[in-house]
């Protein structure tokens, strides 16, 4: 496993990927543009979410312990006007970062996943918001003509993030056992299996890698490896072995 980006590390990312969000907004010819990558939503669909996102995550670090009930949102939605908007994405981010700084990365809090291999504190929370406004940054760039590569650091750690959080799970696998494994061409591979367990993932070595022998695996850069993930382009754009369909079967699955 690779060692977690430091907290401070997570919400310069979380405030630099936000700021590009909004460069995208701002860049946009209209809020009214559909995001490819977000079937029957608009721009500003996409920013309400965001910012939604963010005071939500805000108020549960504040306010709620582990095993909590999951809390209400409040309702609010994002101006609909450019600069407006642009403002209240803004204070949007730094209601969740000042409330991130101020609890550190220790306080516990509610959280919707499982804390097998991602706790439910603080620090979670800034790490998978990263993913978030990483991850949105790249559907709003694509609304605009002009989707970013995304950075390796960033990549990787969203791959592994994605892994812990949305993918370890106690849930049974419905299928057969199976084995998936991702190579990040920059970066290294992970393993997920699924089986009547649930799913977990581990980080596989390079002799792991070159040996293995899984159900199906796929080959690309992390950029690559991260936006399949989060179902932003389709797996024959990258390189494919094995069961062509467990990765389809995943997908459903989560």
């Not at 605009?144 to 990549?155: D, I, K, W, Y």
Request: proline share 7%; aromatic share 8%; net charge negative.
């Amino acid at each position: 496993m690779t060692e977690h980006l430091p907290f401070p590390t997570l919400l310069r990312m979380i405030d630099e990927w936000s700021a590009a969000f909004r460069d995208a907004v701002a860049a946009a010819p209209s809020l009214d543009a559909e995001v490819p990558s977000c079937p029957g939503w608009t721009l500003y669909d996409l920013a309400n979410h965001l910012s939604e996102g963010d005071r939500f995550w805000a108020h549960i670090v504040r306010n709620t312990t582990p095993g909590d009930e999951r809390p209400g949102k409040d309702g609010l939605a994002a101006p609909r006007e450019r600069d407006a908007l642009i403002s209240w994405l803004a204070d949007s981010t730094e209601q969740l970062l000042s409330t991130l700084r101020e609890a550190g990365p220790e306080r516990g809090c509610w959280a919707w996943w499982e804390p097998l291999a991602s706790p439910h504190t603080a620090a979670a929370v800034a790490r998978r918001r990263v993913p978030e406004s990483l991850i949105h940054t790249y559907d709003a760039q694509l609304a605009s003509g002009n989707p970013q590569e995304l950075p390796t650091t960033e990549a990787v750690d969203a791959i592994e993030e994605f892994l812990a959080t949305v993918c370890t799970v106690t849930v049974p696998w419905p299928g057969e056992p199976a084995t998936m494994d991702y190579h990040a061409a920059e970066a290294g591979s992970w393993r997920q299996t699924v089986d009547a367990a649930g799913s977990r993932f581990t980080r596989l070595t390079a002799a792991e890698a070159a040996e293995s022998k899984p159900t199906a695996a796929v080959y690309g850069t992390a950029s690559e490896v991260a936006l399949l993930m989060y179902m932003r382009i389709p797996a024959d754009s990258l390189q494919t072995e094995g069961d062509a369909d467990l990765l389809q079967q995943l997908q459903n699955w989560g």
